[in-house]
T-cell receptor, first 112, second 114 residues
Framework: DTAVSQTPKYLVTQMGNDKSIKCEQNLGHDTMYWYKQDSKKFLKIMFSYNNKELIINETVPNRFSPKSPDKAHLNLHINSLELGDSAVYFC???????????FGDGTRLSIL | AQSVAQPEDQVNVAEGNPLTVKCTYSVSGNPYLFWYVQYPNRGLQFLLKYITGDNLVKGSYGFEAEFNKSQTSFHLKKPSALVSDSALYFCAVIAITGFQKLVFGTGTRLLVSP
């Protein structure tokens, strides 16, 4: 039973389109995260929610908007996709911010 | 600001030999430190953490890490490497107090040859 699941696993789309990535965790954790991993494997936090409340919002373009309908779900919507958005996006969760995080297997976004 | 340095892009070791993957950190106050491993096309998996207590921390798959406060280091070690240990390893730090955000190092690729 997958602890943190992301859909879709692969996303190939045209520049300018709008797309969403969904994330669900069944661990009962209070905190969820979105990370971006670039082609050099650098991992950078984008957003973090705690009990549906936004607590971390890094320097991310406004085209990226997270949504947390409940504490088990954190979705990422991206408007007007650009070539530079191509990356692997990881969702993660933890019970508290100083506890180990559990990661999903990532969504590989490719912009044509 | 918090930061993590992993000075080696890649570490090569022969199977059966001991391995070390280096990590140094910078944080205001005391840190929580973590090691994660990433296999191809997978998310990061938690290996071990240091919060307080013994400086030598034992984790999954026979890995351990040594916390050294004076050198601000948290090197990952394993006495005998396996080919299956080949993967990308990330060190991460978060401050115990103040605004808490986990910061990752740039990753070190470990290659264990048969």
């Amino acid at each position: 039973d997958t602890a943190v699941s992301q859909t879709p696993k692969y996303l190939v789309t045209q520049m300018g389109n709008d797309k969403s990535i969904k994330c669900e965790q069944n661990l009962g954790h209070d905190t969820m995260y979105w990370y971006k991993q670039d082609s050099k494997k650098f991992l950078k936090i984008m957003f973090s929610y705690n009990n549906k409340e936004l607590i971390i919002n890094e320097t991310v373009p406004n085209r990226f908007s997270p949504k947390s309908p409940d504490k088990a779900h954190l979705n990422l919507h991206i408007n007007s996709l650009e070539l530079g958005d191509s990356a692997v996006y990881f969702c993660a969760s933890s019970q508290e911010r100083n506890q180990p995080q559990h990661f999903g297997d990532g969504t590989r976004l490719s912009i044509l | 600001a918090q930061s993590v340095a992993q000075p080696e892009d890649q570490v090569n070791v022969a199977e059966g030999n001991p391995l070390t993957v280096k990590c140094t950190y910078s944080v205001s106050g005391n840190p929580y430190l973590f090691w994660y491993v990433q296999y191809p096309n997978r998310g990061l998996q938690f290996l071990l953490k240091y919060i307080t207590g013994d400086n030598l921390v034992k984790g999954s798959y026979g890995f351990e890490a040594e916390f050294n406060k004076s050198q601000t280091s948290f090197h990952l070690k394993k006495p005998s490497a396996l080919v299956s240990d080949s993967a990308l390893y990330f060190c991460a730090v978060i401050a115990i107090t103040g605004f808490q955000k986990l910061v990752f190092g740039t990753g070190t690729r470990l290659l264990v040859s048969p």
